[in-house]
């Protein structure tokens, strides 16, 4: 249960951003989380309500868009999900891959009024 | 949604961590004083490691902060080697952060110091993600964990430039196997150096002292 630390550490950088760019009122904020990332978008909901309690996000909405966990077969190229096919590819087996997408945990975007 | 803008952001969310993080690194590494990040679970040996490996290094000026979520227990251990000790207390928080660090440096008082072991809160999932600003990462794993912590806590590893691996005088006791360790830590992090130590028996503490002397001594050179 790391996530609301982590949590916190969203809200410093957006309350951050906001102030650099005169932002008095966020509606939503969007967040990015890889499929392979050692975050649990369904912990990261659970804490958010807490995590914003009297800061300037408190009445803001959290929007979380799932990247998924891709890699590319280095010997047929062939792109698939790692997560799938539990970290093989699919048509040639136990061959060696390149992660493409998957770790990321950004903060995409806010949604401003 | 016409009243409505959209902000691009496009920031790690460890990226103002991470930031702060270097900005002590750099302020830290001019005024010459090496930060040792120590990490591992609850139990695992961290203060008495720490305590022991202080004996091998009395020539140089040693700084101790402990980071627990409450109590000063292991302030008061580590007071007893003579060793400057601030206890860090996180309120709740199950890592340390560059903020964190920075502040407990502050005051812990780092003049004259030339070394600073970090205790970091026995943890082996979020202190793995926050930078602390520390000029080198350590863990201790210990035999009773069982030889498979590398599989289930691969970012640990993959930041630690050493694995000790603690209470080896115990092995007997445990399926523990040191050879699959050895090869599952390599195997994602194939720089880490790895000692295998008990610091109840004092075995191998000297070799762990000698590393951190080694390690100081090249951070220094390396202007």
């Known amino acids: ?113 | 949604m016409e009243n409505f803008r959209i902000l691009e952001i496009k920031e790690s969310v460890f990226g103002d961590n991470n930031k702060m993080a270097d900005s002590l690194r750099k302020d830290l590494k001019s005024k010459g004083v090496f930060l040792l990040n120590v990490m591992s679970s609850p139990g695992s040996g961290k203060t008495s490691t720490i305590v022991k490996t202080i004996e091998y290094l009395k020539d140089l000026n040693i700084g101790v902060m402990e980071a627990d979520i409450d109590s000063a227990v292991d302030a008061e251990t580590v007071s007893k080697t003579g060793a400057k000790v601030i206890q860090l207390h996180t309120g709740g928080m199950c890592h340390l952060d560059a903020e964190m660090t920075k502040q407990g440096l502050e005051g812990l008082g780092t003049d004259n110091l030339d070394l600073v072991i970090l205790e970091n809160v026995g943890n082996l999932v979020c202190p793995a993600e926050f930078d602390t600003g520390s000029s080198k990462n350590i863990m201790i794993l210990s035999v009773p964990e069982g030889d498979d912590k590398p599989l289930k806590y691969p970012l640990m590893f993959s930041i630690c430039d050493i694995l000790l691996i603690n209470k080896i005088d115990a092995i007997e006791n445990f399926d523990f196997d040191f050879k699959a360790v050895e090869e599952r830590a390599k195997n994602i992090n194939p720089n880490i150096k790895i000692i295998p130590i008990s610091a109840k028996k004092n075995e191998n503490i000297d070799k762990f002292a000698d590393w951190i002397k080694d390690e100081i001594k090249k951070w220094k050179e390396n202007k």
């Open chain 1, 1 to 113: 249960m790391h996530e609301l630390g982590i949590v916190i550490e969203i809200i410093k950088t957006v309350e951050n951003f906001a102030k650099k760019n005169n932002i008095t009122k966020i509606d939503t904020i969007v967040l990015q989380i890889g499929e392979l990332s050692t975050i649990i978008p369904r912990y990261v909901e659970v804490c958010y309500p807490v995590a914003v309690d009297k800061t300037m996000m408190e009445d803001t909405k959290l929007k979380i868009e799932i990247i998924p966990g891709n890699a590319i077969c280095k010997s047929c190229n062939k792109v698939f999900n790692l997560i799938k096919n539990n970290g093989k590819c699919p048509d040639c087996g136990e061959a060696p891959w390149e992660l493409l997408s998957g770790k990321e945990f950004l903060i995409k975007e806010i949604i401003a009024c």
